[in-house]
């Protein structure tokens, strides 16, 4: 009876792995869950640095700005986002713009440099001023298709010189200027310039996920930060090269 007992109560140690075994396991699973956060990062958020005076007053020239990818997984870019997009004509030059156009729009800029949206003149408060190089404009945006201008009218190579941006062109919304530490600020959108403008032929916009990208300031600003200067946006109008 008590060998039967004894026998239920018996266990084998297993071979216990020796030290330096267990501290390279331990280094390899903190590489492996390194990587695999810096991957989920990288598909929500992205560093840029602006190069050129395209978005003053907005943007300045140096500048490193936080690119927000993910909100629009969850929904439609919109009137008033500053945006990050590969440039139509080579899309090995990234640049950034103001959307003021969405499907759907009728754009009427005057030689005087006034945008009209839908027949509603709009007063634009974060412009650096209204010169407009290629006189009067009229444009309806099609499906997946955005206008944008740089702030800084008269020193932005932008929609009126090249055209419209596809959605499948768009990098992200920018949120965030982190660099220099002197100048870091959100980019808060301009929604509010367009307010009075209707719909026209647009498509509903899907409404963001208020929650989208709200991670976007604690852990990528610190990876962005270390990576920073990797990713220029050539903002300049050139007459020859945008490299």
Not at 95 to 117: E, L, T
């Amino acid at each position: 009876m008590a060998s039967d007992i004894s026998r239920e109560f018996e266990y084998s140690e297993e071979p216990k792995h020796s030290t330096n075994w267990q501290l390279l396991r331990d280094v390899g699973e903190t590489i492996i869950l390194t990587l695999l956060m810096f991957l989920v990062i990288r598909l929500a958020v992205q560093d840029f640095q602006v190069d050129g005076t395209s978005m003053v007053p907005t943007l300045q020239n140096t500048q490193f700005v936080l690119v927000d990818k993910l909100s629009y997984y969850f929904g439609s870019p919109q009137r008033g986002d500053v945006i990050v997009f590969e440039f139509p004509l080579d899309h090995t030059q990234n640049f950034v713009k103001r959307i003021v156009g969405v499907p759907g729009d009728r754009i009427d800029i005057s030689a005087a440099g006034q945008v009209s949206v839908n027949g509603v003149p709009i007063q634009e408060p974060y412009v650096n001023d209204l010169d407009n190089p290629q006189g009067s404009i009229t444009r309806i945006i099609g499906p997946d298709q955005y206008y944008v201008l740089g702030d800084n009218r008269g020193g932005s190579y932008d929609s009126r010189y090249w055209g419209i941006v596809h959605r499948n062109e768009i990098i992200g919304k920018a949120s965030l200027v982190y660099w220099p530490l002197s100048a870091f600020h959100l980019l808060p959108d301009a929604h509010y310039v367009f307010a009075r403008v209707s719909p026209a032929g647009s498509a509903s916009p899907v409404e963001r996920d208020p929650l989208a990208g709200t991670f976007i300031f604690v852990l990528p600003v610190m990876i962005a930060v270390g990576a920073r200067g990797r990713y220029l946006l050539p903002g300049r109008r050139r007459s020859t090269s945008l490299s």
